[in-house]
């Protein structure tokens, strides 16, 4: 039986760490298909830039500032934690090897927390705003005559809504872009925590047990709606595809100059992914030669479930 002194304690925290570490790397997060890092450094980063998609244009007479938004979009960092007791006891007993994969699970889960929250706002862009005061996916967004944001008014859209009752969303985005279509803000990389300073804290003396929790904080947000198209109740087939991609490249920003979106990657839940792949990848279909095959990337999401 092995005596808990604060040196072993210390020695096993340095290996939870490293096991902690280890879970991180084993993960390869895929947020960054949809998503651009923001690095954050305070609770709430201030997007007022967002609605500013900056085009050159002939410089005639004053410089054509755009102006901000009184109310510009916002993301909250939020923060996430995952906490595991080890007993005493099985410090003592030199049984904690059970623990130091639980630890690396821990390490896991922190790596795909961006995935979770990326990944998990996706669906939720028919309901919340983004940048422009209109929803995500919306079939009004604002388009003014001038290029500093002024002027007659029309309207945009990045949502078709089919009759297809019953078929999940799908959706095609742009990620050629420096800008993306969503957001992942990040204020404090995932950490390993331990509460183990002393066999007569409160918690031993109450519990007996020693607690490593891992701790983070960000959230994510949208990005540039143009970017990104949501097919609603609309079977994956090769006219809708064509319909949506004909919407995108269409796009314009404020002035009337075109945005040059190119749709890169069609991102479906699995659910979908047989008539993805017969779409994108089948060369011949029915004996006539397929002009979608290749034409974006697949990417099967189960976070879309």
Known sequence: MATVTSTLLNALTISLRKEFQEGIAHVAPT?????????STTGINVYSWLGEVPMMEEWLGKRVVKQLKENPYHIENKLFTSTVGVPRTAIEDDQVGNYRLVVKQMGGAAA????QLVWGLLPKGLDIKCFDGQSYFDAEHPLYANSDGTGDVSFQSNVTTGQDAGVPKWYVIDDSQILKALVWQERTAPELESHTDSAK??????YDKYYYGARARGNAGFGLWQLAHAAVDCDLTAEN?????SRMKTLKADGGHNLAVRPTKLIVPPELETPAKKLLKTQIIDGTTNIWADCLKLHVEPGLS
Request: glycine share 0%; hydrophobic share 50%.
């Open 201 to 206: 804290s409160d918690n031993v003396f109450m």
């Open 112 to 115: 795909k927390l961006p995935d």
């Open 31 to 39: 947020w960054s298909e949809i998503a651009m890092r923001i690095p």
């Open 241 to 245: 595809l064509d319909k949506i991609l």
